[in-house]
């Protein structure tokens, strides 16, 4: 506060605060604590080193450290780690009873804490306190049973003390809780570190049953094994078998009772146990089974025995599929390939008849692909494997009998049905096959395929019926027109090749009109009909002002390297330029410019070069407004537009015309003002 010459003490002036709402991001005290220890704001220098020489300072520098550990153990009684520190110290100070005092203490807070046992043993094992040490095992082991980490340390602390009877003992404890595996296994091992074989196998009896898992049991078996006593190994195995019952076999102890008898070199008795797992364990859980017998059959059997077990695997599997969904034609197509290498004519022919038996139940194409395949590979095994060439025509035939080909059709099947009877000399069969498919469901596969059959065979007349068949069923389809004037043209009728172009390019409705004008042209080319060619350009042109076809127009005129061709490719640039100008399509003139540019720099003077040079545009970037579908402004998005010189020119003329139209909105606005005001005086006058 300030004091006034008078001697009043005058208030102070107090900030106004115009905003009071809250900030949109609050800074809490922690927080800033935080980012100053974070970014280090205060560095505190370590302590310096301290060296105590005298008794008394040292009982003062322990008094201290006590008292800052009971602070923090009042402050948090459950952390464990203040209550482990506090030990530490007092066990560097040698402290020994005031450290059991803190670990009793603490273990008082938190019997369960694992760590805190182990580190209370631990230092009575460091003082050589061993009778301390087995009084806090016994004693953590008791609370705790269930930590295996305790009773590790509890008999790994006996056996290095030499304590073998006290360790068995300690292992016999912790197996009547029945823990884990690993923990029968290192008593088991810890045995046979003093050669009581005895003793192990006594554990190993206990330990299959409390955990029955067949790797147990062959681990037991190998135990036996190991050590030479083969009987007893093989009555393990038995035994395990006899567990198990037959409602629970399992294929890896079968596997593994018949390696032992293969190492004990007995492959008949192998052979036999694999033979009795494959007949009583489920297929679908024998995969490994069925993978260690044909191994073994490949070491000790013969080809036959082999092939007969890879091969009654495989068809296992396939039925299995097929079973589950007969419409799988994947697994039909595995399964009839695995019977033709059988070799079984019979058995082939029966899969097959199973496999055709299975007709999609949906009239879908898509559906039918995959089916219809199973029909192509029974006829080509009738006539190429079983050499049964009337089984195999009945097969094609029985296949076009089942396709609905009302809906849909197969040209595959009709096609391969007409090569089979070309290869048994039955042309007439054939053309009568081709002639029914076109009859009853014409597609353009099809007619290609009997065209091209008549045309190998030379007749050309039945090749011309057929494409004016084939031009009935389809006139808008120029690779057809194209194809049979270019026949004609081969046959050396020309005339008829053109007239043929005339009609199609007459059809009202063409798929590929572009590619039938060019084949067109060209054709006129190689007749060197360069006037008609020319005036099938300008006849185009007055169906399409495409770029392409006035640039196809004007190389055309530029493939004569004379004054001639040149003036009349200059003239054809020059009016696409213009057409193009008119229709506002600035890509394509850009595009057409281009072409006349490198045109005459090639043949033309400067003169003619500084021509186009003149009609080239500028490039100007621009920005337009975006809208998305439903309407909504998304901003403005850049672009590069063209303006040519004419569009410069007109530039100004549109300035003064929007000048103007704003000039008369405004007029329009005043004088209907003006009317206003006057109607809203009348009443008063």
Excluded at 493 to 518: C, H, S
Excluded at 571 to 580: D, E, F, G, P, V
Aim: hydrophobic letters at 35%.
């Amino acid at each position: 506060m300030e004091t006034t010459m008078g001697g009043k003490q005058k208030m102070p002036k107090i900030a106004k605060v115009n905003n009071k709402a809250p900030a949109p991001i609050q800074i809490t005290a922690e927080q800033l604590l935080r980012e100053a220890k974070e970014r280090q704001l205060e560095n505190v220098p370590p302590p310096p080193k301290r060296k105590i020489t005298d008794p008394q300072e040292l009982e003062e520098y322990k008094l201290r450290k006590r008292k800052f550990y009971e602070d923090a153990l009042r402050k948090n009684r459950a952390s464990i780690q203040n209550w482990i520190r506090y030990a530490a110290f007092e066990d560097n100070m040698k402290e020994i009873q005031r450290a059991r005092s803190v670990y009793e203490r603490g273990i008082d807070v938190a019997h369960r804490n694992i760590p805190l046992w182990l580190k209370y043993a631990e230092m009575e094992m460091r003082n050589r306190q061993i009778n301390h040490a087995r009084n806090i095992w016994d004693r953590a082991v008791t609370i705790l049973p269930r930590a295996n980490q305790l009773w590790y340390k509890y008999v790994y602390m006996e056996e290095m003390l030499g304590n073998v009877a006290g360790c068995r003992q300690v292992f016999e404890r912790w197996m009547e809780w029945e823990p884990d595996e690993q923990a029968w296994q290192s008593y088991i091992n810890f045995e046979l570190r003093y050669k009581e074989i005895e003793r192990a196998r006594q554990i190993y009896e206990r330990f299959v049953y409390i955990h029955p898992d067949v790797k147990n049991w062959i681990k037991y078996g190998k135990f036996e094994e190991k050590f030479g006593y083969v009987v007893k190994s093989r009555s393990v195995f038995e035994r395990g078998v006899e567990f198990y019952g037959d409602d629970h076999l399992e294929a890896t102890l079968f596997v593994g009772f018949a390696k032992f008898e293969e190492r004990q070199k007995e492959y008949e008795r192998a052979r036999v146990i694999y033979k009795y797992a494959i007949d009583r364990i489920d297929k679908v859980l024998a995969e490994d089974l069925f993978k260690a017998y044909t191994i073994f059959e490949k070491k000790f059997g013969n080809r036959s025995g082999i092939e007969n077990v890879i091969v009654n695997k495989r068809k296992f599997q396939y039925e299995e599929e097929v079973k589950s969904n007969p419409h799988n034609y994947d697994a039909w197509f595995d399964y009839l390939r695995l019977a033709e290498e059988d070799g079984s004519e019979e058995s082939t022919r029966e899969v097959y008849e199973r496999a055709i038996a299975n007709i999609p139940p949906v009239c879908e194409k898509r559906r039918w692909k995959r089916y219809i395949y199973l029909w192509i590979n029974y006829a080509l095994y009738e006539e190429l494997e079983a050499k049964d060439m009337d089984r195999a025509r009945q097969v094609y035939s029985s296949c076009l009998d089942v396709i609905p080909h009302k809906k849909f059709t197969f040209a595959k099947v009709w096609i391969m049905f007409a090569h089979f009877e070309i290869r048994q000399n039955n042309l007439l069969a054939a053309r009568k096959i081709l002639g029914v498919s076109i009859g009853k469901c014409p597609k353009d596969k099809l007619f290609r395929n009997y065209i091209e059959l008549e045309l190998q065979l030379r007749e050309f007349d039945r090749c011309r019926m057929l494409y004016e068949k084939f031009l009935e069923f389809g006139p808008d389809n120029c690779s057809t027109w194209w194809r049979f004037a270019e026949l004609e043209s081969l046959l050396g009728d020309t005339d008829r090749a053109r007239a043929i172009y005339e009609i199609a390019v007459a059809q009202p409705r063409l798929d590929m009109p572009e590619v039938l004008w060019k084949s067109y042209i060209d054709f006129e080319l190689d007749q060197d009909e360069r006037i008609r060619a020319r005036k099938l350009f300008e006849r185009l042109l007055e169906r399409t002002q495409h770029i392409k076809v006035w640039m196809s127009f004007a190389a055309f005129e530029a493939t004569q390297e004379t004054p001639d061709g040149n003036e009349r490719a200059r003239a054809i640039y020059k009016q696409a330029n213009s057409k193009l100008q008119t229709s506002g399509s600035k890509e394509e003139r850009l595009v057409l410019l281009e072409a006349w540019k490198v045109f005459e720099e090639k043949r033309g003077n400067v003169d003619q070069q500084s021509c186009v040079g003149r009609l080239w545009p500028k490039r100007v970037k621009k920005r337009k407004k975006v809208t998305t579908t439903t309407g909504v402004d998304a901003g403005w998005e850049e672009y590069y537009d063209y303006i040519f010189p004419e569009e410069e020119q007109e530039q100004p003329n549109l300035k003064l015309l929007a000048m103007a139209k704003q000039w008369k909105t405004s007029k329009n606005d005043e004088s209907s003002s003006d009317e206003s005001s006057e109607e809203g005086d009348s009443p008063e006058s």
